[in-house]
């Protein structure tokens, strides 16, 4: 116990540090924080289904739990089950193999429910398209509100969707008065206008 | 021991069978020997290499033209062998090889979905990869099978599967998935079980079949490693290199020594990264978030790192055709230098804490074991092999440069449990890092791209490449125009994902979870 202890307190904090005036991270996840509080109250719940992906895009949002992104701390948290959910983040082609098992997951999503289908395979269907096996973009089974590409998209470009998901014109949010003015220049302008997924570029 | 010492006894075994070998040729996989059987022997010629000790490394079907071809391959001593049989494709019709090799019981049964190759003796006639997408007697790797399906409209859920069924006072069944609570590939499973103790877990996977192998086809080169890369995103450096070294090997094309270089300083950057991500995810799974979040923290650092060096965190695409799509930075074998010191600094007390916590020695001693026999007899390699005592490692055994000048030391535990798993693990982390230390003094100058000749109409290639589940095999055929006719990669988990099935006899339900994580098998590289 006395190693663990040491070992923590040598390692420190890890969240990163207090931005200074361009700190992406900490602008991104503020603002998100304040959107979620405006339009979900307190938490936005997350399901992450993958539908045919590599893997890829699951490694990268199981970091956005590590200590240097460290979702939760913006009110972002993943859910075991679509019953408890506001958004389902969706990657992969679907396999058609998947596509039954994605669409009942929808069903059992209580509205009003947010889609974002994130990287670049569920956004287009990538590099695998439509085929006998596959149903290509998630759009083409259940109806999709945010697209984040990447192949797969970075910890922050997830950040970025989340927060595009909850931008006031999406058709499935609930509909609240924005009090919070967009920031001049903000993170948000840029969303779905993502880098393009074009990876090692 | 020079190579092939044991294939003579072999040949011997199938004469004294009446057996033919209707060729026995050194190039036409190398370096890889072949030999070519009738389709009649392929079951005694399957049942004799079991007898002389060879590890079943998988097989394959390759329809061309009116005949269908089918490959297996056989390990031993680090020699690699191909059983080549040729048959009509109006009747084809082959012995089994499960019976002497459990192991491939799935592959051949995926043979039997795709290409429509019958296995005699087949224990289990049930499908495996076929879900609902297309119907009995369809066989999307033909010819004639358009790419894009006869099926119009939704797909069905697979909901009549046969599944096993285990009956009894007490005997209840939990079905899981495939969609799973976590943020983890879909596959299902079914335990039967009494009280907490598993009596029996019966895996369905193919949820993720992307139909890789027939969108391959017509692919160029360069699209090929592309999608070699994502058969499973983890091990895209090791997919897409043994995707390349047999496009490379099929037209004769050596890659410059800086390219092989900067290759396996990739594919060990991904070993590490993914052995440090699971080791955290296991001790999570055992309630010890302590080391999740160091491993978590490390391994960012280290994915950091990936994008700065190499421009992709988890390196995608960097291995092409010939080479390698970019070098490092000017200074980069310094800051690599300088990231392995960091690593190692920042393990050593971590993997100390995690090798003898009592919590953790509590949960993870003696759970899921996996014996040494089913190991040998499953043919797992990779960390779930050498934890059961298992040593092969394909950069020792069957070196490729670069791994053919350095000295790669192979982490052998005999234990089988998921201590040992994790243990294999660290230590292979170790062992990466002074791989790459050796990498990085002798990193050659030079071109990072050698020309790929035109591939000659017919040419094939055997790609063999440690990855950090174990070895990869993928075989390359091009057609006339020059482009792929077919790609088969095959991932160490077809192996291990029945060593999950057998681990977890007699352990309880909720260390399920654990012993899933500490084999890691891959659904997407598995279900193509």
């Known amino acids: 116990m006395f190693r663990i202890l040491k070992q923590s307190l040598r390692t420190g904090l890890l969240t990163e540090p207090a931005p200074p005036a361009d700190g992406e991270l900490e602008a991104l996840g503020i603002e998100l924080r304040r959107r979620i509080d405006v339009r979900l109250g307190r938490s936005l719940a997350l399901r992450q289904v993958d539908a045919g992906s590599c893997n890829g895009c699951e490694l990268e949002i ?65 590099e695998f398209g439509v085929s006998y096996a596959s149903c290509g973009a998630v759009e083409n089974v259940i109806p999709v509100d945010v697209k984040i590409p990447g192949c797969p998209p970075a910890p922050l470009d997830l950040l970025r969707g989340l927060l595009a998901a909850l931008l006031p014109e999406r058709r499935h949010a609930p509909r609240v008065p924005l009090r919070a003015r967009p920031l001049a220049g903000s993170p948000t302008e840029s969303l779905v206008r993502s880098k393009g997924g074009e990876p090692g570029a | 021991m020079s190579r092939f010492a044991w294939l003579p006894d072999y040949l011997a075994r199938l004469a004294r069978e009446g057996v033919t070998a209707l060729a026995d040729d050194r190039d036409a996989l190398a370096p890889a020997r072949r030999v070519v059987l009738a389709a009649d022997d392929w079951g005694a010629a399957g049942r004799i290499a079991a007898a002389v000790g060879c590890r079943h490394a998988g097989l394959w079907g390759d329809p061309e033209g009116e005949r269908i071809v ?43 979905d795709l290409v429509g190759i019958a296995c005699l003796n087949h224990p289990d006639s049930r499908r495996w990869t076929r879900h609902q997408a297309w119907s009995d007697g369809d066989f999307p790797l033909r010819n004639d099978f358009p790419v894009a399906g006869r099926a119009a409209g939704r797909t069905r859920a697979d909901a009549d599967y046969p599944f096993a069924r285990v009956q009894g006072s007490g005997v209840y069944e939990i079905p899981v998935g495939p969609v799973h609570a976590g943020i983890i590939e879909p596959g299902h499973f079914r335990f039967q079980a009494v009280g907490e103790e598993v009596l029996r877990l019966e895996e369905r996977l193919g ?33 897409a290199w043994a995707a390349c070294q047999a496009m490379e090997r099929a037209t004769g094309c050596e890659p410059p020594p800086r390219a092989a270089t900067l290759r396996a300083l990739l594919a060990e950057r991904e070993r590490i990264a993914n052995h440090l991500g699971d080791i955290g995810a296991i001790c999570n799974d055992v309630g010890f978030a302590f080391a999740h979040v160091q491993c978590a923290r490390l391994r960012e650092h280290w994915q950091r790192h990936n994008q700065v060096l190499f421009g992709h965190r988890l390196l995608m695409d960097v291995v092409v055709p010939g080479g390698v799509a970019r070098d490092l930075p000017a200074n980069g074998a310094d800051t690599l230098a300088a990231d392995h010191r960091a690593l190692r600094k920042a393990l050593k007390p971590l993997f100390a804490v995690i090798d003898d916590h009592p919590s953790l020695d509590d949960r993870l001693l003696d759970t899921g074991r996996l014996s040494a026999e089913y190991a040998s007899a499953l043919g797992c390699t990779g960390y779930v092999g050498k934890a059961s ?29 998921v201590a040992a798993r994790v243990r294999v693990r660290m230590a292979e982390v170790h062992a990466s890092l002074d791989l790459m230390d050796q990498l990085l003094t002798r990193l050659p100058r030079g071109d990072l791209v050698g020309p790929l000749p035109e591939p000659e109409s017919g040419a094939r290639g055997l790609g063999c490449i440690d990855g950090w589940r174990g070895e990869i095999l993928t075989f390359v055929r091009f057609g006339a125009d020059g482009r792929i006719a077919r790609f088969f990669p095959r991932d160490p988990s077809w192996f291990t994902w ?3 099935e057998r681990l977890i006899h007699g352990n309880i339900v909720p260390d399920f979870p654990v012993c899933n994580k500490s084999v890691n098998a891959s659904y997407s590289g598995h279900d193509l």
């Not at chain 2, 040593?391 to 449990?417: K, M, T």
């Open chain 2, 389 to 417: 005592g298992q040593g092969f490692d394909v950069r020792r055994d069957a070196p490729y440069a670069p791994y053919d000048g350095l000295r790669v030391d192979v982490p052998v535990g005999s234990e089988g449990d």
């Open chain 2, 70 to 112: 089918v490959r297996a391959c056989l390990v031993r001593d680090g020699d690699y062998l191909v059983l080549e049989t040729t048959m009509p494709l109006r009747q084809p019709v082959l012995g089994s090889h499960t019976p002497h090799f459990p192991g491939v019981d799935r592959l051949e049964r995926h043979m039997q």
């Open chain 2, 498 to 500: 029945p060593a999950l």
């Open chain 2, 207 to 239: 949820y993720v079949h992307k139909g890789i192998e027939k969108i391959a086809v017509g692919r160029d080169p360069v699209g090929l490693a592309r999608l070699a890369g994502r058969v499973s995103g983890d091990s895209t450096v090791a997919h």
């Open chain 1, 62 to 126: 199981h970091a956005l739990n590590n200590a240097y992104y460290d979702v939760e701390r913006f009110g972002v948290h993943f859910v075991a089950s679509p019953r408890h959910a506001d958004a389902l983040l969706v990657t992969g082609p679907v396999a058609r193999h998947m596509e039954a098992a994605l669409r009942r997951t929808w069903l059992a999503t209580p509205s009003p429910k947010l889609v974002i289908a994130a990287g670049t395979c569920a956004c287009t269907g990538g």
